[in-house]
């Protein structure tokens, strides 16, 4: 799926973000507004793990969504 089609649908896909990054708030979540710069810095952020770590882990799972 791509970035505009997450962003469109994200009320729908959020909750397979949270089951793949569970310690992500669904108030963190929703910031996102399904947008991939800024998931890839809450996944960054909350993991503890470096920007291209974080942008591997999202990219992964866009190609699952």
């Known amino acids: 799926m791509q970035w505009d089609q997450i ?6 896909i959020k909750g397979s973000a949270r089951i793949r990054w569970p310690d992500i708030s669904e108030e963190d979540a929703l910031a996102t507004q399904g947008q991939r710069e800024k998931l890839v810095a809450l996944v960054e952020r909350t993991y ?10 999202v ?7």
């Open 48 to 57: 503890n793990m470096s920007k291209k770590d974080a942008e591997t882990e």
């Open 59 to 65: 990219e992964d799972w866009r190609c699952r969504v």
């Open 7 to 12: 962003a469109a649908k994200w009320d729908q």
